[in-house]
Nanobody
Framework: QVQLVESGGGLVQPGGSLRLSCQASGIIFSSADMGWYRQAPGKQRELVATAYSSGPINYADSAKGRFTVSRDNAQKTVYLQMNSLKPEDTAVYYC?????????WGQGTQVTVSS
């Protein structure tokens, strides 16, 4: 069965950094487009960054210049390095694996940016 397990969330002060990890199992990871999404209270889930299986990387405007997504196909893990965090980055962050038409989600990890 497919599992995506996120880790690395927590409480951080504005300007701080966090590194999220998403460990996948049960899928051909190298063939999956791996994405990070987030959902803040009262808001819709939004795309943060995608690391495509073919190589390209895409970022939301809010993430450009601050966040870096990377993947390790051998470890079946995708990472999201988040720097210069702002209070508006506070959200539950979800890992997504897209293997069209199949679409899988992790359980999410909370990121709170607050002083």
């Amino acid at each position: 069965q497919v599992q995506l397990v996120e880790s690395g969330g927590g409480l951080v002060q504005p300007g701080g950094s966090l590194r999220l990890s998403c460990q996948a199992s049960g899928i051909i990871f190298s063939s999956a487009d791996m994405g990070w999404y987030r959902q803040a209270p009262g808001k819709q889930r939004e795309l943060v960054a995608t690391a495509y299986s073919s190589g390209p990387i895409n970022y939301a405007d809010s993430a450009k210049g601050r966040f870096t997504v990377s993947r390790d196909n051998a470890q079946k893990t995708v990472y999201l390095q988040m720097n210069s965090l702002k209070p508006e980055d506070t959200a539950v962050y979800y890992c997504n694996a897209y293997l069209g038409p199949a679409d899988y989600w992790g359980q999410g990890t909370q990121v709170t940016v607050s002083s």
